[in-house]
T-cell receptor, first 114, second 115 residues
Framework: GNSVTQMEGPVTLSEEAFLTINCTYT??????LFWYVQYPGEGLQLLLK?????DKGSNKGFEATYRKETTSFHLEKGSVQVSDSAVYFC?????????????FGAGTRLTVKP | SQTIHQWPATLVQPVGSPLSLECTVE??????LYWYRQAAGRGLQLLFY??????ISSEVPQNLSASRPQDRQFILSSKKLLLSDSGFYLC??????????????FGQGTRLTVV
């Protein structure tokens, strides 16, 4: 079945450091890929998405490129801020038909120190 | 615009008591609906999803159940709670464009503590 594997955390960085959180997926169809962010005590918010191979999703300085050849969707940011501290989830939704679930990775907790 | 409501925000229940968490969506029709659980320090576990009224897919066998009595209403229930049912429960919905699922939109979550 479909699944998502993402880099285990926690990840601790200093402000302005470069961030990479790895995500790989397994899917039988042609999935859409997502990154979600969860701030403390809140639900998940969509950060960015890509719906087909070679698409790049971007938002708030974060980027991720849909790589079909490596089945990856790694999240990157060139210069993190304290306010980026949160849990980040990689997810996929198989777009072959409309009887599919939305699968999430285990989440990666990011802490950015000033 | 679409909105999702989930309640209550927090809940403390004794072991063996019943549970009912409700989630409703406004501003869209025939959404896909999901219940997830997030245990402390762990990732998001898909519990149930539904693509239509009365259609429920269960991912993990346990003492929880879900129902979808109306198009935009999704209920998570238990007849007798266990200590291990404690966690953060999230409801979500996604749409169908005719070609692919949209992203999921989440409620604010319910923190359940079973004592």
């Amino acid at each position: 079945g479909n699944s998502v594997t993402q880099m285990e955390g926690p990840v601790t960085l200093s402000e302005e450091a470069f961030l990479t959180i790895n995500c790989t997926y397994t899917a039988t169809g042609y999935p859409s890929l997502f990154w979600y962010v969860q701030y403390p005590g809140e639900g998940l918010q969509l950060l960015l998405k890509a719906t087909k191979a070679d698409d790049k999703g971007s938002n708030k300085g974060f980027e991720a490129t849909y790589r079909k050849e490596t089945t990856s969707f790694h999240l990157e940011k060139g210069s993190v801020q304290v306010s980026d501290s949160a849990v980040y989830f990689c997810a996929l939704s198989d777009g072959v038909d409309n009887n599919n679930d939305m699968r999430f990775g285990a989440g990666t907790r990011l802490t950015v120190k000033p | 615009s679409q909105t999702i409501h989930q309640w209550p925000a927090t809940l403390v229940q004794p072991v063996g008591s019943p549970l009912s968490l409700e989630c409703t969506v406004e501003g869209t029709s025939n959404p896909n609906l999901y219940w997830y659980r997030q245990a402390a320090g762990r990732g998001l576990q898909l519990l149930f999803y539904s693509v239509g009224i009365g259609q429920i897919s269960s991912e993990v066998p346990q003492n929880l159940s879900a129902s979808r009595p109306q198009d935009r209403q999704f209920i998570l229930s238990s007849k007798k709670l266990l200590l291990s049912d404690s966690g953060f429960y999230l409801c979500a919905w996604s749409g169908w464009t005719g070609r692919m699922n949209t992203e999921a939109f989440f409620g604010q979550g319910t923190r359940l503590t079973v004592v």
